[in-house]
Nanobody
Framework: QVELVESGGGLVQAGGSLRLSCASS????????MAWFRQAPGKEREFVAN????????FYTDSVKGRFTISRDNAKNTMYLQMNNLKPEDTGVYYC?????????????????WGQGTQVTVSS
């Protein structure tokens, strides 16, 4: 069983920045494909970004490209999401997710482990 714990959420004005962290208990963290998803009130959970375990390759949903950066520190068993130029539509609960094997990296059903989420609120 892998535990994931998110932190770093909060309230920020539009145009501001936040850095989310996701700490993992996985003993072989470097092998895991990691992702961020988010869920806005009244909406379905949506994919934000993914970072591969084997290659470190990254993939972003179009709405965050150029503003968000996903990264990982395998020595610290931690993944990050740097969010710049935040917009009110970025508001939601952000979840980190992990899986050893992923075919469709944007599909939440591909991921086996989830954190409890951290709230991000962007005011206009």
């Amino acid at each position: 069983q892998v535990e994931l714990v998110e932190s770093g959420g909060g309230l920020v004005q539009a145009g501001g920045s936040l850095r989310l962290s996701c700490a993992s208990s996985a003993r072989t963290f470097s092998r895991y494909n990691m992702a961020w998803f988010r869920q806005a009130p009244g909406k379905e959970r949506e994919f934000v970004a993914n970072i591969r375990g084997s290659t470190g390759n990254t993939f972003y949903t179009d709405s965050v490209k150029g503003r968000f950066t996903i990264s990982r520190d395998n020595a610290k068993n931690t993944m990050y999401l740097q969010m710049n130029n935040l917009k009110p539509e970025d508001t939601g609960v952000y979840y980190c997710a992990a899986a050893l094997r992923v075919w469709d990296q944007a599909r939440d059903s591909e991921y086996d482990y989830w954190g409890q989420g951290t709230q991000v609120t962007v005011s206009s």
